[in-house]
Nanobody, 126 residues
Framework: QVQLVESGGGSVQSGGSLRLLCDAS????????MAWFRQAPGKEREGVAA???????SYADSVKGRFTIDRDFAKNNVYLQMDSLKPEDTAMYYC????????????????????WGQGTQVTVSS
């Protein structure tokens, strides 16, 4: 069982930055794809960024060039660095993991991820 705990959310003005942290219960990075999702009120959950064990990344078009996903193997942590934040980035952000497979391409689809954290709120004001 993989347990994921997010932190680092908060309130920030437009143009500001936040760094989200996902703390995994055990060393998952060698065997799991990791991803960040977000869900705004009244909207579907969407994949923001994903990271494979060998360092491949995938980003939603809406965050390319502004968000960066990375990891710290020693600390079992995954990060989402968010720069140039916009009001439309306001959402609950979730960390997710799924077992890695050479037969699957890196995914940002909700249905492909098995383990989920409880989320951390990000609010960007104009």
């Amino acid at each position: 069982q993989v347990q994921l705990v997010e932190s680092g959310g908060g309130s920030v003005q437009s143009g500001g930055s936040l760094r989200l942290l996902c703390d995994a219960s055990r060393s998952t990075f060698s065997a799991h794809d990791m991803a960040w999702f977000r869900q705004a009120p009244g909207k579907e959950r969407e994949g923001v960024a994903a990271l494979s064990p060998d360092g491949l990344t995938s980003y939603a078009d809406s965050v390319k060039g502004r968000f960066t996903i990375d990891r710290d193997f020693a600390k079992n942590n995954v990060y989402l660095q968010m720069d140039s934040l916009k009001p439309e980035d306001t959402a609950m952000y979730y960390c997710a993991a799924r077992p890695f497979s050479n037969f699957n391409s890196l995914s940002r689809r909700v249905r492909d991820y098995k383990y989920w954290g409880q989320g951390t709120q990000v609010t960007v004001s104009s």
